[in-house]
């Protein structure tokens, strides 16, 4: 799984040169994209992480919660008690969490420049340290994260907007780690097609692979 990524020493000028934004979100974005310390991490209480989104109107950039609330989730927040920062690519089609937003092509990007795991707990001796790890890609310094999001209506007619991370099987890199999962990045080529509304979920399910090892760079974050 994946808890704790980073967008940092970017300026947002960098996102909408990378991505061809033209629509922002309401409110002065500018704020969170221009510190130089942005690690959202699913541990902090309700987080909200910059997201890439194809409209009729051009491609937008907006602020969703991280950890997807279904469409059909009509209560408190605070009554969501099961987690949904990740989807698995192999049950997106199947959980109840994901796969309204997955069948109505509700994708997104979620830009990064680096992400971080742990050594799986169950991979390695009681006795090692467990050292964090730092992961950048060789080929592009902001990456895209595939990502779905999902609009619901909370008590008090108050719509909330979401999203996840899709995460696939580890490659030969992120196994040496160890670890089992790592998000599903998508390549340049990938992007558009993603983002495109007339892309199928049956085609979009293509994209969402490993990306090369051999373009992954792993450092030990001390």
């Known amino acids: ?3 704790h990524f980073a967008i940092n020493y970017m300026r947002l000028k960098s996102l909408i040169d990378r991505y061809g934004l033209e629509i922002m979100p309401p409110g002065d974005i500018s704020d969170i994209l221009n510190d130089s310390n942005f690690y959202p991490s699913r541990g902090d209480a309700h987080t909200k992480v910059p997201v890439v989104l194809e409209t009729p109107e ?6 969703f919660r991280w950890d ?3 469409a059909w989730w009509n209560k408190s927040l605070k ?3 099961f987690s949904t920062f990740n989807a698995r690519s192999e049950s997106i089609t199947e959980k109840a969490s994901f796969k309204n937003a997955w069948n109505k ?6 830009p990064a420049t680096s992400f971080f795991e742990w050594p799986d707990k169950k991979l390695i001796s009681q006795n090692k340290k467990r050292v964090e790890h730092r992961i950048t890609l060789s080929d592009l310094e902001i990456f895209s994260i595939a990502g779905i999001w999902d609009q619901c209506t909370l008590p008090g007619s108050e719509s909330l907007y979401s999203c996840t991370m899709i995460t696939v099987d580890a490659n030969e890199k992120m196994r040496e780690i ?3 999962r790592m998000p599903a990045i998508l390549t340049r080529e990938d992007e558009d097609v993603w983002l495109d509304q007339t892309t199928s979920a049956n085609d979009a399910t293509g994209l969402v692979r490993q990306y090369p090892a051999d373009k ?7």
């Open 79 to 81: 009554e969501k008690k």
């Open 58 to 63: 051009g491609r937008k950039l907006d602020l």
């Open 105 to 110: 092509n509700r994708r997104c990007i979620i």
């Open 178 to 180: 160890p670890h089992t």
């Open 1 to 3: 799984m994946c808890g």
């Open 68 to 70: 997807i609330v279904p």
């Open 216 to 222: 992954m760079i792993v450092e030990k974050n001390y």
